[in-house]
């Protein structure tokens, strides 16, 4: 009996012992496993607490071409970061999409146009689209195809024009200014190549999409390019045979805009946005950037 004691108890001392170190390395897994959650939760905190603080950013949604416009608009978005907002650009390659896309509420704004177009596309298009803020001009230049010099052109040369009314006016406007046309008198800013009055040299002029006037320069022997599509071709409008004078009705009247939806023109985020491309900040990046191609109207 005693011996039978005895075994019983070192049986029990054994079993006890092991469950001991049994436990002993168990507690080590449970403390990596507790560690990593501790550190997952403070992670998962870090991730919450910045979600949170750029959620404290509103979204000013913009539509732009991408030179100037969408560089210009990169240059602020630190600060309008600084008053609260988020710059989101959306680009398009063309002048009729931004438009659509803000008046059906997809976006806040846009960057691309001057007011003449704007005027233009709203009687066409039935759209209510209004100017918040003129923020830069860019001068319309002439620029060699095949001839290099206007007063070399040869007779019948074919000239180059932006398609759409309010340009092809602007550009028409130019040509005559340098003599290579005449216009009817009176007609401004809404002359077409049909109020060509005298074409001495019969000039033809062609009529092309803005955005591919700098491809057809191989086709044509000069062409009159908006200040936008010269710059993303790489044109320098300090090589162009002719530019607007800077004091020209056209240098007023051409400044880009900022546009948006009508009733909209001083909320909250037009604000905002008016105040950071109107800044000095974006004075001196145009200055420092576009070597006279872009020019501020503020």
């Not at 000013?60 to 309008?80: F, W």
């Not at 309010?166 to 800013?189: C, F, Q, T, Y």
């Not at 090589?239 to 001083?266: C, F, H, M, P, Q």
């Amino acid at each position: 009996m005693k011996k039978s004691l005895y075994v019983l108890t070192a049986a029990l001392l054994a079993a006890g012992a092991l469950t001991a170190c049994s436990g002993g390395n168990a507690a080590a897994p449970t403390t990596a496993a507790q560690t990593e959650a501790e550190t997952s939760a403070e992670a998962s905190s870090t991730e919450e607490t910045t979600a949170e603080a750029a959620g404290e950013l509103q979204d000013i949604i913009i539509g732009a071409t991408p030179a100037p416009h969408a560089e210009i608009l990169n240059a602020v978005k630190d600060v309008l970061k600084e008053e609260g907002y988020n710059l989101v650009i959306k680009e398009y390659t063309d002048y009729v999409q931004p438009n659509l896309a803000l008046e059906s509420g997809d976006l806040d704004a846009n960057y691309f146009q001057h007011k003449p177009y704007l005027d233009q596309f709203n009687a066409e298009k039935g759209t209510d689209l209004v100017s918040a803020a003129a923020v830069h001009y860019e001068p319309f230049g002439i620029y060699a195809g095949k001839s290099d010099s206007l007063e070399n052109l040869a007779d019948g040369a074919q000239i180059a024009v932006p398609n759409d009314v309010s340009n092809e006016a602007r550009a028409l406007l130019l040509l005559a200014d340098n003599g290579l046309i005449e216009l009817k008198e009176g007609v401004g800013l809404e002359a077409t190549k049909n109020d060509i009055v005298k074409n001495d040299k019969n000039f033809k002029i062609v009529e092309v999409e803005a955005a591919q006037l700098p491809r057809s320069l191989g086709d044509v022997d000069i062409a009159v390019i908006n200040g936008n599509y010269a710059i993303e071709a790489g044109l320098k409008v300090s090589e162009a045979l002719s530019v607007e004078d800077s004091k020209s009705t056209a240098a007023t009247l051409y400044s880009n805009i900022v546009a948006v939806r009508a009733g909209e023109e001083s909320n909250e985020k037009t604000a905002a946005l008016v105040k950071a491309l109107t800044s000095e900040t974006v004075k001196t990046f145009m200055e420092d950037t576009y070597d006279g191609a872009v020019v501020p109207s503020f």
